[in-house]
């Protein structure tokens, strides 16, 4: 049960309110208001879920995602960025590639923020409770470590990819609409948001990572989703 989160912002006043908001919401939450500090209560706290502004001096937001990623131990704790600044959908997508697991725009509401955490919680327990390997075709998936390997050899898939693989292969045989994929791997509401180039720029990197014998096997039916067969 995801229960610890890490709060990081240069901005004490966001931060203190926010923290007593999800403590009121039952969190035990911990606080940091650069990136290093961030980085030494994560080796103490072992927070499941961080929360951390884009913006900040020294070592920011996205290379706090990357520092994650790259740790052992940690690379598997979700993240959520906040940023203060209109994000474009390249913004995103260079964060999705550092580790990010989903945006929050400022000012935002406490209600909007509660949302996303429970959201990206939902994805990564949905993932925990798949505790079995998958094996198909040489390549070996393991949902609680979210590892994937290909005839032995590690294939470094971003966070993003790793979900859309685990949504594809776990989904065998069935095409999946563009709506349903960006809203059960990026969260999103497919009511507001439906760009089909989010999902298909990935779904073009996760063909490459797999190679020609297994990438082939990620079909799309043009206008309606993608199926893995």
Same mark, same amino acid.
């Given at each position: 049960?995801?229960?610890?989160?890490?709060?990081?912002?240069?901005?004490?006043?966001?931060?203190?309110?926010?923290?007593?908001?999800?403590?009121?919401?039952?969190?035990?939450?911990?606080?940091?208001?650069?990136?290093?500090?961030?980085?030494?209560?994560?080796?103490?706290?072992?927070?499941?879920?961080?929360?951390?502004? +884009?913006?900040?001096?020294?070592?920011?937001? /996205?290379? %706090?995602?990357? !520092? *994650?990623?790259?740790? @052992? &131990?940690?690379?598997?704790?979700?993240?959520?960025?906040?940023?203060?600044?209109?994000?474009?959908?390249?913004?995103?997508?260079?964060?999705?590639?550092?580790?990010?697991?989903?945006?929050?725009?400022?000012?935002?509401?406490?209600?909007?923020?509660?949302?996303?955490?429970?959201?990206?919680?939902?994805?990564?327990?949905?993932?925990?409770?798949?505790?079995?390997?998958?094996?198909?075709?040489?390549?070996?998936?393991?949902?609680?470590?979210?590892?994937?390997?290909?005839?032995?050899? +590690?294939?470094?898939?971003?966070?993003?990819? /790793?979900? %859309?693989?685990? !949504? *594809?292969?776990?989904? @065998? &045989?069935?095409?999946?609409?563009?709506?349903?994929?960006?809203?059960?791997?990026?969260?999103?509401?497919?009511?507001?948001?439906?760009?089909?180039?989010?999902?298909?720029?990935?779904?073009?990197?996760?063909?490459?990572?797999?190679?020609?014998?297994?990438?082939?096997?990620?079909?799309?039916?043009?206008?309606?989703?993608?199926?893995?067969?």
């Amino acid at each position: 049960m995801f229960k610890k989160i890490l709060l990081v912002d240069d901005d004490k006043l966001v931060l203190n309110s926010t923290r007593r908001y999800l403590e009121g919401q039952g969190f035990n939450v911990a606080a940091a208001d650069n990136g290093s500090e961030a980085v030494a209560l994560i080796k103490d706290f072992g927070p499941d879920l961080v929360v951390t502004d +884009v913006e900040m001096k020294g070592l920011d937001g /996205f290379a %706090l995602c990357k !520092a *994650l990623k790259e740790t @052992e &131990g940690f690379s598997g704790i979700p993240v959520i960025i906040v940023s203060g600044r209109k994000v474009s959908e390249e913004d995103i997508l260079a964060g999705y590639n550092k580790g990010a697991d989903d945006y929050v725009l400022k000012p935002f509401s406490f209600p909007v923020l509660l949302a996303k955490i429970k959201a990206v919680m939902k994805r990564y327990e949905g993932a925990e409770d798949k505790a079995g390997k998958i094996t198909k075709l040489g390549l070996v998936i393991d949902p609680a470590g979210r590892t994937a390997t290909l005839k032995g050899a +590690v294939v470094n898939l971003t966070r993003k990819e /790793f979900d %859309l693989l685990m !949504a *594809l292969i776990t989904e @065998e &045989g069935r095409l999946l609409s563009i709506s349903y994929l960006l809203e059960t791997v990026w969260g999103y509401d497919p009511a507001s948001y439906n760009d089909p180039h989010t999902v298909g720029v990935h779904v073009s990197s996760l063909r490459k990572k797999l190679g020609p014998g297994i990438g082939a096997r990620i079909t799309s039916v043009t206008g309606h989703g993608y199926k893995f067969e």
